[in-house]
């Protein structure tokens, strides 16, 4: 006989799988196992850094100067233009003359006069002169035309000096090339009213040259005067010049906060003014200097620190290394503190680790032949095994 349920514990029955079925539904599934990665290797040792300063650079005349007239007026010509070549003693610019040409007139005519009352006053001192030897007036008389003389005298020096002074005042009308040289600079232009001493034109002199580069603080104090400096051109094909510390700032600059150098260039193919070069000095380089060094990609941010993943063989996991960095050396860090020849570093794939997380060692594919031996490249390859480390990717 068949096994009936009665409709009211059929319903019952109904909420009862129905409840199973959600709590199943509700229940956490297990946790998926840690994936096992597979980490590059490479052991910590003293390496040979390769990089050195290089600085940009701008050829410039060791002399330049600042020209300007030394009376004001009104530029009403500058024949001159940026980058012409000029002698010594041609026109570099003309001021109006005319005032100064009636300023020299009058103290001609100021002369002219002087002249004439010095003329008169020594004629008239001989006269008395005479009649005083003939006792006709007395020797105090004679005393008095002869201050008379003197007088006028003076005066006419004085009318001569300023009468000079006049002269030069219309030479200094036109501004002269003091000596040959190449125009750098216009800082005035036709028109321009300027007072004495504003400069007009730059004049870069004919002669040595020198290449003006800025260092920061902290290497201005290894730079001293007659170091040697390798001075490498910008332009393809160039050869590399030397040259020597001629003079260091001796306070910084208040823009940028770094000391100005100068270096004299030795040779006569120098680069044209103005030119781009790269500056190496030689009491900078730190080529061949040991250190330890780490590739860029080891490195992990750690808020206001910086640290590394060293490789226990041991449990084969990882854990964070804090470490100090001195400065780059090319694509690599070098490394002041808190790491120790021997250790094992990841060098990739640091911001996907955690600490404690077990890890194997990468293992390339193996290549018959020479193709094998390209792949075992510093950095590149890690050993089979832990036992065996790779070196240094620098």
């Not at 199973?20 to 980490?39: F, H, I, Q």
């Not at 002669?207 to 104090?221: L, S």
């Amino acid at each position: 006989m068949p096994f009936l349920i009665a409709p009211s514990s059929r319903k019952g029955l109904f909420w009862v799988c129905a409840a199973t079925l959600c709590l199943a539904a509700c229940s956490r599934p297990e946790p998926a196992p840690e994936p096992l990665r597979a980490v590059k290797l490479l052991t910590v040792g003293p390496q040979s850094l390769q990089a050195q300063h290089e600085y940009a650079g701008e050829v410039r005349a060791r002399v330049e100067s600042r020209l300007g007239f030394r009376v004001a007026g009104k530029i009403v010509q500058r024949p001159v233009e940026l980058g012409q070549r000029v002698q010594a003693g041609q026109v570099l610019a003309q001021l109006d003359p005319q005032d100064y040409q009636w300023a020299a007139q009058a103290a001609q005519a100021q002369v002219t006069a002087a002249q004439t009352q010095q003329d008169l006053a020594a004629a008239d001192y001989q006269r008395y002169a005479r009649l005083q030897e003939q006792s006709f007036i007395s020797g105090a008389e004679l005393q008095r035309r002869e201050a008379t003389l003197k007088a006028a005298q003076a005066t006419l020096a004085q009318a001569q000096a300023q009468a000079s002074v006049q002269g030069n005042q219309t030479r200094y009308t036109r501004l002269l090339a003091d000596v040959a040289g190449i125009i750098t600079g216009i800082e005035a232009e036709p028109g321009q009213v300027v007072t004495a001493g504003t400069p007009v034109v730059r004049l870069a002199h004919d002669g040595p040259r020198d290449v003006v580069f800025a260092v920061p603080e902290d290497k201005v104090a290894m730079l001293r005067n007659g170091q040697a400096v390798q001075v490498r051109p910008w332009a393809q094909g160039v050869a590399p010049l030397s040259g020597r510390v001629r003079e260091v700032a001796a306070s910084a600059d208040p823009v940028t906060r770094t000391y100005a150098v100068k270096v004299g260039l030795e040779g006569m193919e120098v680069p044209p003014l103005g030119a781009t070069v790269y500056v190496v000095p030689q009491s900078l380089s730190r080529a061949g200097v040991s250190a330890i060094t780490v590739p860029t990609t080891a490195l992990l941010q750690q808020g206001h620190g910086t640290a590394v993943w060293v490789y226990d063989a041991a449990t084969g996991t990882v854990r964070l290394q804090p470490v100090q960095i001195a400065t780059a050396d090319g694509n690599a860090a070098v490394v002041a503190s808190g790491l120790s020849v021997g250790m094992q570093v990841v060098s990739t794939g640091v911001h996907v680790l955690s600490p404690g997380q077990k890890v194997v060692v990468y293992q390339p594919k193996a290549v018959a032949g020479t193709a094998s031996k390209a792949q075992t490249g510093p950095g590149d390859t890690v050993p089979a095994s832990p036992a065996a480390l790779v070196s240094s990717q620098h």
